[in-house]
């Protein structure tokens, strides 16, 4: 892809807050920087978007102890198979179990489900980090 320059005017305050992301960030540059941070409001935008698919990564930790809530679980991603497309799931210890699940829909549909999924009983926590499919990204 061809790349473009282009001046960019900004505030001393503003750069300066700019340049302490670029240091703590650890970005090689302020391009980069600023390219990350142009593709996040695109990744937000593509979320406000009714209609058209997306993809969100739901992270829960777990007491697998708690009655049923394994075979909850399970059983809800037989039924969501076309919506839960993979499990990631690792036991933490003798009682907790952390499970990732990559969800696919249209942001309301993942949003509603990831919803569901916190607050069965037994979910200690739970957070759905809205991801890209990355077609907008191009
Ligand atoms: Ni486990």
Redesign the pocket.
């Known amino acids: 892809m061809k790349t473009k320059r282009f001046g960019v005017s900004m505030e001393d305050e503003l750069l300066e807050k700019l340049n302490r992301i670029v240091e703590q960030k650890r970005y090689p540059n302020r391009s980069e920087a600023i390219r990350d941070l142009i593709r996040s409001s695109l990744v937000e935008e593509e979320w406000k978007r009714t209609e058209e698919e997306t993809i969100g990564v739901l992270v829960i930790v777990f007491d697998?102890h708690q009655r049923e809530l394994s075979s909850r679980l399970l059983e809800k991603e037989h039924m969501r198979s076309g919506e839960i497309l993979a499990t990631l799931?690792?036991?933490l210890d003798h009682h907790n179990?952390l499970e990732a699940k990559v969800i696919r829909g249209i942001p309301a549909q993942v949003q509603a489900l990831a919803d569901e999924l916190i607050a069965m009983k037994g979910v200690k926590f739970g957070r759905l980090i809205p991801a890209t499919i990355g077609k907008n990204l191009r």
């Open positions: 697998h799931h690792l036991h179990c």
